[in-house]
């Protein structure tokens, strides 16, 4: 009598164990699994433009997105009002060099200088530091970043918005390649371009995306 009690105790202590081991791997498991969803960056090159990007801000505050502006230097002397509501709104901000020049066709020190004096107007503008830069045409090299301190950024998503300025192009082609931790490269200097943008920001919200800054996707 004394030894079925002892089994039946013996096997409700296994099976109670058993179901603590299943539900600690399935713990484990949801742990595993990021509770924040699929990240993605809109970045815009070239600007500012006095029209189209206040018109891109005014879109991306509604939405509530935030987005990178890779601004060139000679652009922002005439646009300071704008670059400072990116800053305020919490845009990412970062060099795009002051004249738009193709730095590896450059000396080495007047590359450095077209990034850094971009970064100098865009300090005394926003009070920040620059921390990023996105080098025109893609054109980099390993004696630029050993030259500088600034994190170079490309892009997974060239939409040629430049060249074809049709916003429904634009749009079907980002949402056939978008994909967690994309970056899409745009330009804030056409009305295209800003059309299409926040037309991207709301059928990919509708599938989940969230829109950060890239330093944000670096950082993960």
Same mark, same amino acid.
């Given at each position: 009598?004394?030894?079925?009690?002892?089994?039946?105790?013996?096997? @409700?202590?296994?099976?109670?164990?058993?179901?603590?081991?299943?539900?600690?791997? &399935?713990?484990?498991?949801?742990?595993?699994?990021?509770?924040?969803?699929?990240?993605? &960056?809109?970045?815009?090159?070239?600007?500012?433009?006095?029209?189209?990007?206040?018109? !891109?801000? +005014?879109? !991306?505050?509604?939405?509530?997105?935030?987005?990178?502006?890779?601004?060139?230097?000679?652009?922002?002397?005439?646009?300071?009002?704008?670059?400072?509501?990116?800053?305020?709104?919490?845009?990412?901000?970062?060099?795009?060099?002051?004249?738009?020049?193709?730095?590896?066709?450059? #000396?080495?020190?007047?590359?450095?200088?077209?990034?850094?004096?971009?970064?100098? /107007?865009?300090?005394?503008?926003?009070?920040?530091?620059? #921390?990023?830069?996105?080098?025109?045409?893609?054109?980099?090299?390993?004696? !630029?970043?050993? &030259?500088?301190?600034?994190?170079? @950024?490309?892009?997974?998503?060239?939409?040629?918005?430049?060249?074809?300025?049709?916003?429904?192009?634009? @749009?079907?082609? /980002?949402?056939?390649? &978008?994909?967690?931790?994309?970056?899409?490269?745009?330009?804030?200097?056409?009305?295209?371009? /800003?059309?299409?943008?926040?037309?991207?920001?709301?059928?990919?919200?509708?599938?989940?995306?969230?829109?950060?800054?890239? +330093?944000?996707?670096?950082? +993960?």
């Amino acid at each position: 009598m004394w030894k079925q009690k002892g089994l039946v105790i013996c096997l @409700v202590g296994i099976l109670f164990v058993a179901g603590l081991w299943r539900n600690q791997r &399935a713990w484990e498991a949801d742990a595993l699994v990021s509770p924040e969803g699929k990240k993605i &960056a809109l970045t815009f090159d070239d600007g500012p433009h006095s029209k189209y990007t206040e018109e !891109l801000l +005014d879109g !991306l505050k509604e939405r509530g997105v935030k987005v990178s502006f890779f601004v060139l230097g000679s652009r922002v002397v005439s646009n300071r009002e704008l670059v400072q509501r990116m800053a305020e709104e919490g845009h990412l901000i970062g060099s795009h060099t002051y004249s738009h020049v193709e730095l590896t066709q450059y #000396e080495l020190t007047e590359a450095v200088c077209e990034i850094e004096q971009a970064c100098e /107007v865009l300090k005394e503008v926003t009070g920040q530091e620059i #921390e990023y830069v996105r080098p025109p045409y893609g054109s980099w090299s390993e004696a !630029l970043t050993d &030259a500088t301190s600034l994190t170079m @950024v490309k892009w997974t998503i060239d939409t040629l918005d430049w060249k074809y300025k049709d916003a429904d192009r634009i @749009v079907s082609q /980002v949402l056939k390649e &978008a994909q967690d931790g994309s970056i899409i490269l745009m330009h804030d200097r056409y009305a295209s371009s /800003v059309d299409a943008a926040l037309r991207i920001v709301d059928a990919l919200q509708k599938e989940g995306y969230e829109f950060v800054t890239v +330093d944000e996707l670096y950082v +993960d």
